[in-house]
């Protein structure tokens, strides 16, 4: 064996272990985060810090989603809230009208959602940059207005009302604040685990070659239609659970779910975190729910602060806090090994 | 062996190329060469897909491929670099190499594994030591320098195992000690790989003294095919192309 050739199979040995390492260790942070997100009620008996963790799981595996097609893709869609409250609005209706058991509710909302976002999404991501955004945005309008228009069935602008029956299953009564808590994490994680295998995995690496090159993608024989399509629907599936994990956590499902402000809102926890890494947008939803119920309580002009502060992130710094974070970390290694 | 039969395409009423018929066979190095809009770019941007001939035929050992997408060309054997390198700027070189040999070997939809697939490690280990590009193999993409990025275009195209590899002016942007290096690479690879090499090129030192086979293209239209000596003596192409000074430097 060569110098070379050793030096080779060292590069590969290690690049292998590598792929394993990363696995293991994407598995092992998040049995951690599960295990002390799930203690956490062992030692406070604060309703308002539990709630605020569903809220984060709810948005954050929306706005994790929508990363998937903004920061992974460049696909940057303005209407991705619509599976928000589709999955909202179609969780509640199967539960209120059909009764079926929880899980199977579930699973049926995310096939309904498939097919939706299989249908729109097979229009829209042919489209160019600007056109992809605005068509996005027709169709959550449009979406928002079925549900506004269609009273009977939906209950129009009053949205899901008498609750939504959260009937027993396999021992998880969700009824209960601290069985639903802990479900609700369960499914943050699980669901930030699966995005994360996604954006890892060889598909992850077709997304990161239409972003930033869609043409010379298509010159290794990547069919950038189709891929584009798959990650669209996968995004979907995940905002549509974070919905489902709203509608329980409110027991009801509201027009506001589906309105364009959820998908301004997932824009903005985006660039608030920032999109560079996988958990940028995690950052970014505990940044603006603590933002939010902060600012609310000081002022009825909440909007304006929320405004400043995304200024200061777009203009100021021109990127999200976790992007920060993340080059900060590179320059210091970078100087470090110069030295 | 690449057979291009008529190939036409206008632009409004700009023939940009005009019943174009050629062969190149396998193993074959050609250079294309003619003045700016003779049609050079439109010749590779029809034969790989980026545009649409209106009429005639492009056959790959007798499968005809006109009008076809990139995707379905690439996949029949013809690969390409662009004229600016044409790269994806976030991902290092090795990431490059994996996600392209990924493309071809029909895994670039895998969800359930992780990246890189071990089946893809070897061919994009030998095509960066193929460019010497195995020592900046964790440089991201748009930090490398210009001639870097340009074998990187080019080992994007090679990594695929083309039947024939379309370079459309791979010392493009080049100072001229970098273009000999750039343009020694291109035909090593020609000899080494045994594919069929075609090539843009402006520099007439380095097409004469290069391509075994010219072609010149001017106003969509083949001018001349042959030898460098033919060539250099072909009436047609001095009143076109090379001018008379040129023409009595060589004589």
Redesign the interface.
Known sequence: MTELEAG?AE??AS??GG??F??YRDVLIAVIAFAVLASLPLFTGSKALLDFVIRCSAYGLFATSLNLLVGYTGLTSFGHGMFFGLGAYSFGLIMQKLGLPIPVAFVATLAITAVIAAVIGAICVRLKEIYFAFVTLAFQMLIHSTILSWASFTGGDQGLRGGIPRPAFLGINLANHVHLYIASCALLVLGLLAMR??A???????L??I???A?????????VW??KL?VFVLAALFASMGGMVMALFVSGAYPEFAYWTISGEGIFINMLGGVSTFLGPMVGTVLLLLLNDTVTRFTEYHGIVLGVVILFFALGLRKGLLDFVAEWFSHRRDAGEGR | MLEIRNLAKSFGGVKATNDVTLDFPDGSLTAVIGPNGAGKSTFFNLI?G?LKPDSGQVLLDGVDLAGR???EI??HGI??A?QVA??????TVQ?TM???V???Q?????????????ET?DRA?HVMELLGL?GK?DRTAATLSHGDQKLLDIA??LV?EPKVLLLDEPTAGMGPEERWRMIDKVRELWETQKITVVFIEHDMDIVFKIAPKIVVLCYGRILATGTPDEIRNNSAVIDAYLGTEHAGAAA
């Open positions: 080779r590069t590969l690049v292998r792929a394993a990363q696995r295998q996604i890892q995995s060889p598909f992850g690496y077709t990161r070659m972003r930033d090159n043409a010379r993608a298509s010159f290794l024989g990547i069919d189709r891929a798959t | 790989t980026a997408s990139p995707p690439v996949r690969g390409r662009f044409s790269i994806f700027k976030s991902l990431e994996l996600a392209a990924s493309a071809d029909r895994t670039s939809a895998v969800l359930h594994k992780h990246f890189p697939l071990p490690r280990e195995a193999r994007l195209a695929l």
